[in-house]
């Protein structure tokens, strides 16, 4: 556990696969006996504040303690599929780019017509890329794209693997491709990954040209109808606009373009040659390979980095799944806690139950370790009743605890309670919402179906900070 306990724990997609592949396959008792552990050696470093940075923390503490006592390897098994495609695409488009430029510079007569070098080295691969994305962007296909490039790295990952590996992929990919976060994550490391093809093209492209250079003596030139000369000169200094400060002999001037033209004498082409017509086009189509083909690749694959990242930074964790396993493990042992110990909570009844904090007060120390200080009534036709609840809410109480029976789910009213609530707390106070069952006044344990359409209710509001539990008296 000495890597987890590190101040800051920055999720990968190595550590979500690994999550989502354990939280498959581990047992709800295995989740309950980790209660003791959590309670014990995470909950202490988890601090106050954002529950949502203490979600994350807290279940990346989890992951690290369940990476030691099972043998899952998911997030090994992306990581060598994902380097092998990354490894694959840079070869095979380096080894493209470096047959492309070989074969424009050594012809039949060593001649390289400039405007179609720079169009199909520069030009086009980047054309693909931007109608590419442009069909990605306004297309409702980016699901199924995505599923196929994951599917292509699963693939390598598979025969780098034996089955048993193997077979944990199923697991974790419907799940990661279930969230949004995930899937922009997924798709920023795809996209890295295509990038990286890209600069392998330039990669080898830049080196066939340059071999090419040293080895033949490579011609340049160009040609158009109607004559074209200004316009040449002005396409050529736009391009060279990055370098032309730092490497004037880099940009083609008047005099070298006209001396590059080539020209029909006799009905035969006549392609100049000479230092005066190639010194100068070289050196720009050198350039123009480092500074439009190789920098803006590795510019791409930083971007993708950083959204893959960012898209990491915000997990928020707040799937029914994900859920479920926090309010296992932060649900606090049975035991004696004393009132002076637990927190202050507001207490609202919710409809008017008739339950009162002294009925419930045992629970709510046990389970929540909270202590019913104050108690409102909301949502009963009450104004005098609604702005004295409003009245304490703007306290700013360190916990709300709302009582609901467990019939009275009405989803659009409960969800204006929530924003109301939020809204005047803030959105960093603990809500809990505990449903009950009402029988002679007394309050009984919840309907296990109506417990249920409450949790998945409560967990559709994708807040970290709400939680719910259903009242057990003997809890």
Known sequence: MRAARRAHHRWTLADLIDFEAILASVSEDEIVADR????????????????????????????????????????????????????ALFVGMAVAGFVLAAGLCVGVSQAVHVIVFFGLALVLPWGVFLAWSLARRLGSRRRVLLERGLSLAVHLARRSAGKRSADQVDIWRERLLDGSRPRQALSAALGGTLQ????????GLLLAFLGCLMVFDVRFYWEATPQTGKLMQATTEAIAMPWQWAWPAAVPDAAAIEASRARYVDG????????????????????????????PRLLLIALYQWRQRRALAGLDFQAPRHRALW??????????VAP????????????????????????????????????????????????????????????????????????????????????????????????LGVRDGQPTPPDAAHLERWTRFIDGLRDPATEILGYAPGA
Do not use: C
């Open 36 to 87: 003791l552990y959590f309670a014990r050696d995470i909950r202490p470093q988890l601090g106050s504040g954002d529950e949502r940075m203490r979600r994350r923390q807290g279940l990346w503490l989890w992951l690290a303690m369940r990476r030691e006592r099972s043998s899952v390897d998911a997030g090994r098994l992306w990581h060598n599929g994902i380097a092998l495609l990354r490894l």
């Open 196 to 203: 990286r093809g890209g600069l392998g093209f330039s990669v």
């Open 268 to 295: 035969i082409k006549r392609v100049p040659g000479g230092v005066e017509a190639t010194a100068a086009w070289w050196r720009f189509l050198l350039m123009s390979i480092v500074v439009w083909g190789l920098l």
């Open 327 to 336: 309010r296992t493990l932060t649900a606090v042992e049975r035991g004696t």
């Open 340 to 435: 002076e110990s637990a927190d202050g909570a507001l207490l609202l009844d919710v409809g008017g139950s008739g339950i009162h904090g002294q009925d419930i007060r045992g629970f709510l120390l046990r389970a929540l370790r909270v202590n019913p200080q104050e108690e409102q009534r909301v949502n009963v036709l009450d104004e005098a009743a609604e702005n004295a609840a409003d009245a304490a809410l703007a306290k700013a109480p360190a916990h709300v605890v709302l009582l609901v029976e467990d019939w009275g789910l009405s989803p659009r009213q409960a969800y204006n309670l929530h924003a109301r609530v939020r809204e005047a707390a803030g959105s960093d106070t603990p809500m809990t919402w505990v449903v």
